[in-house]
């Protein structure tokens, strides 16, 4: 687009050269003809002279002359990024008798686990594992890439993406 807009300053610019080039030429020629004619009269250099200083009067124009560029703003999609607020409520570790749910972690596991609404995805004993509220593994598949440096969520693309050393995965629920 740029390359596009480029060419068409450069035609405008072309356009408005080309014109002082022909009326440079009339006037050469005027004056070529008149020095082969021998025969020059005072009307005669009083129209080239007429004719010069209408050409340096054009000239001094272009020299003025400004082309506008009007560029519009680029527009952005306000809703790409969006906050929401939330409060910190105080949580005291202490206030939990016993544990809701516990669920074992095999050491060939790795830590990092992302959750969105509805499951919990975890890396457990060579297996990807998504996970219900109950922590019961609703579905399970052999892990066979290397290891695992982030996961996140992403609503916009309503996935997990996971993030290896070499890869970057989509993971869909369904």
């Known amino acids: 687009y740029y390359k596009e807009k480029c060419e068409e300053l450069n035609k405008v610019t072309y356009k408005i050269l080309d014109r002082q080039r022909e009326e440079i030429d009339k006037i050469r020629f005027q004056i070529n003809e008149l020095l082969d004619k021998q025969e020059t009269t005072y009307d005669d250099i009083n129209s080239l002279t007429l004719s010069i200083d209408r050409l340096k ?89 290397d290891s695992i440096i982030h996961m996140c969520w992403s609503s916009i693309l309503n996935s997990f993406i996971i993030i290896t050393a070499i890869d970057i995965l989509l993971v869909y629920e369904h």
């Open 57 to 145: 009067q054009n000239l001094n124009e272009i020299d003025q002359l400004s082309i506008n560029v009007n560029i519009s703003p680029y527009k952005i999609n306000k809703e790409l990024i969006s906050f929401n607020q939330s409060y910190l409520q105080e949580f005291n570790l202490l206030s939990i008798l016993s544990s809701y749910s516990t669920m074992t972690r095999l050491n060939k596991s790795s830590i990092a686990l992302v959750s969105n609404d509805q499951n919990l995805l975890i890396h457990q004993n060579s297996n990807l594992c998504l996970i219900d509220d109950e922590l019961t593994i609703i579905k399970q598949k052999e892990w066979i890439y």
